[in-house]
Structure formats: C-alpha cells, structure tokens
C-alpha cells in the first residue's frame, strides 16, 4: 500500500526536471536560430560591401586610363583586363542580388548604370590623353568626378532595410 502511494504521488507531481529540460533545449534553439540569422545577415552585409566597392572601382578607371604609359599593348592590357574582371564582378553582384531581393537588384543595377554612364565621358577623354609622363602625369587630382549619391542613396537604404529586422517588412 505504502508503495502504492508512493507511485501515486510521484506521478501526480509536476516532472519539474522534464519542464526544465524542455526549457532549456527550446531556449538552446531559439539562440542558435538567433545565432543563424545574425550570421547570414553579416553574410550579405559583407556581399553588399564588394557589390559596392566592385560599382564603385569602375569609376577608378579614368585614371588609370591616364596614368598609363605608354599606348602599347603591353601598358594597356592590365588596364582592359581589370575593366573585364569588374564587369564579371559586376554580373555577378547583379545576378546574386537578384536572388537576394529584386529591390536591392534594381538600386544596384541603377547604381552600376549611372557610375558607367557617367565615367564613360572621362574614360574616352582619358584615352585621348597623351601617356602619362611619370611623375607629373601621375598627380592628376580630381579630373573625373562622378557623382552618383543619390544612387549610392538609395542602394543603401535598400540594403539598410534588408540588414535591418524591423525595417525589412516596412513599406
């Protein structure tokens, strides 16, 4: 009778150590779910950082343009190679940004257009120059400014609403 009671009352308590292990594996959870998102989340931030840096080099191209020198093939062919390399990156970026968020795709793509529409006049006029005479024709200063903030504007905010929890589903 007494191990009746005993068993009785046992089962009708609380399994207090079942509670507390079911506890502490959905928190154990709930954290590596956060851990997750935080990692892809730096993950894209670090894609979004060379998709821009990658739009942003093409507008270093005027100057090395200038800075060649001399027209042989052999001066100008590391200076068409990297233009190549860039518009892979660039397709790329584009392409990958595309599976991201048509948003994001469309302000980068935006921000790649007007960087190349707008360095396209000094890249002509850089290859007009006469070759670079070192070390004068190297100081150039600011001769082919391209202005794209407000692109560069939007292409961040896009990103800042992505990267951002409770701006994602923000109108």
Request: glycine share 2%.
């Amino acid at each position: 009778m007494m191990l009746q009671a005993a068993v009785t009352s046992s089962s009708t308590a609380p399994p207090w150590a079942v509670y507390a292990a079911l506890i502490t594996a959905a928190v154990a959870l709930f954290g590596q779910a956060v851990s997750r998102i935080w990692q892809a989340r730096d993950r894209r931030r670090d894609e979004y950082s060379e998709a821009f840096a990658t739009a942003m080099g093409w507008t270093e191209f005027p100057y090395r343009i200038a800075r060649r020198l001399s027209n042989d093939r052999e001066a100008v062919a590391p200076i068409v190679d990297a233009m190549h390399q860039a518009q892979e990156r660039i397709c790329f970026h584009e392409n990958w940004l595309r599976t991201v968020s048509d948003d994001i795709e469309k302000a980068y793509s935006s921000l790649v257009d007007a960087v190349k529409a707008k360095s396209a006049p000094h890249i002509e006029a850089a290859w007009r120059r006469d070759p670079a005479k070192v070390p004068d024709g190297m100081m150039l200063g600011n001769v082919f400014a391209v202005d794209v903030r407000a692109e560069v504007g939007e292409f961040a905010k896009q990103i800042s609403r992505d990267l951002s929890l409770w701006r994602r589903w923000a109108p």
